[in-house]
């Protein structure tokens, strides 16, 4: 069975730090890209960043750039998102999800996680 498993989300205060991570099972991890996306309360589902398991290839999103930072480790089928200097407008939940294409594009999307939620607090 497919699965993705959220977990690191909490309540933080803005500045600080959290680290995500996201566990896979059920399919050949090195054949894929791990995204992770996010959805604000009122808003649309927005890509953050994106890691190619393959060629370690990462995208970031122009708002988090310089701050986020995608790692994976294939040892454990696990890919993490440490996001530093956290902004009340990083409030969302926060998904993990698998693309089958392998690309750090991450724009087919096979498999999604069951979100985690980040509170940045002013």
């Known amino acids: 069975e497919v699965q993705l498993v959220e977990s690191g989300g909490g309540l933080v205060q803005a500045g600080g730090s959290l680290r995500l991570s996201c566990a896979a099972y059920g399919f050949r991890f090195d054949d894929y890209a791990i995204g992770w996306f996010r959805q604000a309360p009122g808003k649309e589902r927005e890509g953050v960043s994106c890691?190619?398991?393959?060629?370690?290839?990462?995208y970031y999103a122009d708002s988090v750039k310089g701050r986020f930072t995608v790692s994976s480790d294939n040892a454990k089928n696990t890919v993490y998102l440490q996001m530093n200097s956290l902004k009340p407008e990083d409030t969302a939940v926060y998904y993990c999800?698998?693309?089958?294409?392998?690309?750090?594009?991450?724009?087919?999307?096979?498999?999604w996680g069951q979100g985690t939620k980040v509170i940045v607090s002013a």
């Open positions: 999800a698998a693309d089958y294409s392998g690309e750090s594009t991450c724009g087919m999307i096979g498999w």
């Open positions: 890691i190619s398991i393959n060629d370690g290839s990462t």
